[in-house]
């Protein structure tokens, strides 16, 4: 089910938007894993628009990913404008 997301993927991604490809908890890190997935239920839910199950897990990615974003532009808004850039999310 989860073959779109291999752990090689992972690992780019981590390294990408993280410290390393070891950094898997950092926020930068928790926010690309987040918008990657969100493009991908996005993409499924274009293609199968009675799919409420995913529907309501892409809600929740959204929610995690804007909880996520709103602590890192507490915390260090220079690191939230990066990754906003980076990931060419709004705001």
Not at 6 to 35: M, V
Not at 53 to 69: E, P
Request: charge should be positive; glycine fraction near 6%; charged fraction near 35%.
């Amino acid at each position: 089910m989860r073959n779109y997301l291999d752990a090689e993927k992972k690992q780019a991604l981590f390294s990408q938007y993280g410290k390393s490809n070891k950094d898997t908890g950092s926020a930068e890190s928790q926010i690309a894993l987040f918008s990657y997935r969100i493009k991908h239920l996005t993409e499924h839910l274009k293609k199968n628009k009675k799919d409420f199950g995913t529907q309501r897990a892409l809600l929740s990615l959204v929610g995690k990913r804007r909880r996520l974003l709103n602590y890192l532009k507490d915390r260090d808004i220079e690191r939230y404008r990066a990754i906003i850039k980076e990931l060419g999310l709004r705001k």
